[in-house]
């Protein structure tokens, strides 16, 4: 439940993400997520910082055991 609206604060936040180019996709699985998006530069610098103070309003922060960054690009 303590994630409760990490989505809607991430649609509110970033709105026209689409109409820009940039994607994002969450999955949710009980006390965790997953963030994806096909940007690295925006998720680190725009949208790790909403998530970061999302959790922070919640007593809680992001676990540097458990984060893991990834990229893929285009292949």
Do not use: C
């Not at 990490?6 to 940039?22: N, Y």
């Not at 910082?49 to 919640?58: D, H, M, Q, S, Y």
């Amino acid at each position: 439940m303590t994630l409760d609206g990490l989505e809607a604060k991430l649609a509110e936040k970033f709105p026209k993400a689409t109409q820009t180019g940039l994607k994002m996709n969450m999955v949710r699985y009980a006390d965790d997520f997953h963030i994806t998006g096909n940007s690295k530069k925006w998720l680190e610098n725009e949208v790790k910082p909403v998530v970061i103070g999302f959790l922070a309003e919640r007593g809680l922060v992001l676990s540097p055991e458990k984060r893991k960054n990834t990229y893929q690009g285009r292949v």
